[in-house]
Antibody, heavy 120, light 107 residues
């Protein structure tokens, strides 16, 4: 059974870069069947898709965040990462990593989520 | 950008049927999925490809999608079904889009 676990700083200063890593266990990140995604949820609000990366490194981002987001995959460590630059208080949210199913366009497995707070 | 709209809340009595709608332009031409999220937990996929249930999801969860509206139906609602529910679809420009979310209360 696949498990995803986010890790990274819970506090980031405004204007800096938010960096998170998702460690995948129980499945190979090199499988061509899945996309590896980041999704966030502002406190008390709904879900917002940030972007995904395929195992090959090809990535696709939410147009509203595209200029600030980089998602990369490390197949040797079976993990993938998120970098969000120039953060503001509006980027304070719970960040989830998730596995997207190729062809079905759904997320079948999620990490537990990690709260990232942007401070001034 | 593509948008999906849900009612903020739905109330249902135990044992009754709860219906949650999700509206979007020509949503019936896309595949709709649904996620359940309980307080402090990660979302869980309960319906995908409009009508399919992942392994382990009870049969009381069902879905439909036609025209501009997708619907998640919970038959014989139980107290454990009290949660937030989000629809989701894939759009060729915006990619993954989530609905605004519906809080289901079992009274």
């Amino acid at each position: 059974q696949v498990q995803l676990q986010e890790s990274g700083p819970g506090l980031v200063k405004s204007s800096q870069t938010l960096s998170l890593t998702c460690i995948v266990s129980g499945a190979s990140i090199s499988s061509g069947t899945y996309y590896w995604s980041w999704i966030r949820q502002h406190p008390g609000k709904g879900l917002e898709w940030i972007g995904y990366s395929y195992y090959s490194g090809s990535a696709y981002y939410n147009p509203s965040l595209k200029s600030r987001v980089t998602i990369s995959v490390d197949t040797s460590k079976n993990q993938f990462s998120l970098k969000l630059s120039s953060v503001t208080a509006a980027d304070t949210a719970v960040y989830y990593c998730a596995r997207g199913v190729y062809g079905d366009y759904v997320f079948d497995s999620w990490g537990q989520g990690t709260l990232v707070t942007v401070s001034s | 950008s593509y948008e999906l709209t849900q009612p903020p809340s739905v109330s249902v009595s135990p044992g009754q049927t709860a219906s949650i709608t999700c509206s979007g332009d020509k949503l019936g031409d896309k595949y709709a999925s649904w996620y359940q999220q309980k307080p402090g937990q990660s979302p869980v996929l309960v319906i995908y490809d409009d009508t399919k249930r992942p392994s382990g999801i009870p049969e009381r969860f069902s879905g439909s999608n036609s025209g501009n509206t997708a619907t998640l139906t919970i038959s014989g609602t139980q107290a454990m079904d009290e949660a937030d529910y989000y629809c989701q679809a894939w759009d060729s420009i915006t990619a993954y889009v989530f609905g605004t979310g519906t809080k289901v209360t079992v009274l």
